[in-house]
């Protein structure tokens, strides 16, 4: 089974087996999400390395250890380690056992390698069942004698070429809803590109305007009116091309976050819309956090007042998520209906630091206002 879907899958059936199951139904998620982690553990790896940066020739040593709700879990007997270049290309891959939860081993870096950034990537068979958010990554940067990071050469192959990923938060973008979406944009080898662009709707006026932020990625926000297709207009390395937006659902609703860290918490904000359309059934709300067996659940009543705003083109998050008792790691969120079936979702990383974001997103919207 895809490991993107065993955990969907094996949640929603258990959940529909609701003669087996308690009526309400944050017991039956509970129940169900329990039972998925007793028969399929999520076992995690971690590497400590002697050093962070290398030089052509050197050797990388380093020793790692599996775990599961961060305790010693030897689930599988063999970890793959792989060192990957910026063209995805795997340059050396190991395969140690497995001892007691723990490993070690070692890469011999070649000594023509080019300087510039790679990545350690390492995971078990088991791992592949999950979601690849949950395999083990870690740069390595590659110095040259002057202990100067180098872009790694261009080889002659042509990378003008990209495309570019949508990805609306929580899932989907609902018409007269606003919607944060994440975007990445890729050359031809799966490298990232820096792009601008703009976000138009059918009619032809400009919505959201778009800039990578980062290894191309980047966000904007987006009030989809009501009956109208989106499409992002978008240049990079000299090309210009235009990409469909997921189309809008009549009804359904929006989850937006706003995550703080301080050095010792971290603080998780939300807002929740629903559409006018089929709003009964979206009156009644489940948010499930969850990591690995640590459940916490809160529940959303929704009035008129709270139906969803045809005119309202800036995403605020002021209800607050208590996280105590949530260790560093991945953070799965899910809006549920009082039925028991999940609507949107997010996966949110975890880790005190002194990080602090925006508390709302202002955007453009077209002529119609709807």
């Not at 359309?277 to 489940?286: H, P, S, T």
Request: proline letters at 6%.
């Amino acid at each position: 089974m895809s490991k993107q879907t065993l955990f969907v899958v094996f949640v929603l059936a258990v959940l529909g087996l609701s003669f087996k199951l308690p009526d309400d139904p944050v017991k039956r998620i509970n129940q169900a999400l329990h039972s998925f982690f007793r028969q399929y553990p999520q076992e995690r790896i971690h590497i400590l390395f002697d050093k962070e940066t290398y030089s052509p020739g050197e050797t990388i040593w380093l020793h790692g250890y599996s775990f599961n709700k961060s305790v010693p879990y030897p689930i599988s007997k063999i970890v793959y380690v792989e060192l990957i270049g910026n063209d995805q290309k795997t340059i050396e891959k190991l395969t140690l056992p497995v001892d007691s939860s723990g490993f070690s081993g070692n890469i011999d870096l070649p000594a023509q390698l080019n300087p510039g950034s790679y990545y350690i990537r390492a995971y078990t068979a088991w791992m592949l069942n999950f979601n690849a958010a949950f395999l083990f990554y870690k740069k390595i940067d590659v110095v040259s004698e002057g202990n100067t990071p180098l872009p790694q050469k261009e080889n002659s192959k042509s990378k003008n070429d990209f495309t570019i990923e949508f990805f609306p938060e929580g899932g989907d973008l609902v018409q007269r809803l606003t919607s944060l979406v994440a975007f990445k944009a890729t050359d031809e080898e799966g490298m990232p590109v820096n792009i601008t662009g703009k976000v138009m709707d059918s009619d032809g006026a400009t919505v959201a305007f778009l800039n990578t932020i980062h290894d191309g990625m980047g966000k904007f926000a987006i009030h989809c009116s009501s009956k109208k297709t989106y499409s992002a207009t978008v240049t990079a390395n000299g090309l210009t091309k235009t990409f469909p937006l997921p189309v809008p659902k009549n009804s359904g609703i929006v989850l937006y976050t706003r995550h703080e860290t301080d050095s010792l918490n971290d603080y998780l904000y939300f807002h929740l819309s629903r559409s006018l359309i089929e709003k009964e059934k979206y009156e009644d709300l489940i948010i499930c956090a969850q990591m690995g067996n640590h459940v916490v659940f809160s529940r959303i009543r929704f009035d008129e007042k709270t139906a969803g705003d045809p005119v309202d083109t800036i995403l605020e998050a002021n209800s607050y998520l208590p996280l105590k008792g949530f260790p560093p790691g991945i953070l799965h969120l899910t809006i549920f209906s009082d039925s028991a079936k999940p609507l949107a979702e997010q996966l949110l990383f975890l880790n005190p630091q002194l990080i602090k974001q925006s508390t709302a997103i202002t955007i453009q919207t077209g002529s119609s206002g709807n």
